[in-house]
């Protein structure tokens, strides 16, 4: 099992910079990659950004050249830093990880709010 706890939403202006955190415990030594995804009310949960064990990054075409995510190992962290925030960017994030067992098991997060707006 993998747990996972975000932290580092809120309220910013248009333009305004935000960094997410997510830090894992657990079976950790399982997880082949992390991620962010984000949600709106009735719709459905959209990738982000995702970062594997090897350092190979993807991002979401919306929002490249704009967030950037990263990880640290040795605290067992991976973070989501959104620059240049835009209202259609306010959702709820979400922290995913994918474990490798008999087959991938995806963890979640709780869930944090990022609000774009004046």
């Known amino acids: 099992q993998v747990q996972l706890v975000e932290s580092g939403g809120g309220l910013v202006q248009p333009g305004g910079s935000l960094r997410l955190s997510c830090v894992a415990s657990g079976t950790i030594f399982r997880i082949v990659a992390m991620g962010w995804y984000r949600q709106l009310p009735g719709k459905q949960r959209e990738l982000v950004a995702v970062?594997?064990?090897?350092?190979?990054?993807n991002y979401a075409d919306s929002v490249k050249g704009r967030f950037t995510i990263s990880r640290d190992n040795a605290k067992n962290t991976v973070y989501l830093q959104m620059n240049s925030l835009k209202p259609e960017d306010t959702a709820v994030y979400y922290c995913?990880?994918?474990?490798?067992?008999?087959?991938?098991?995806?963890?979640w997060g709780q869930g944090t709010q990022v609000t774009v707006s004046s």
């Open positions: 995913n990880a994918r474990a490798l067992t008999e087959s991938y098991d995806d963890y």
């Open positions: 970062i594997t064990n090897v350092e190979s990054t």
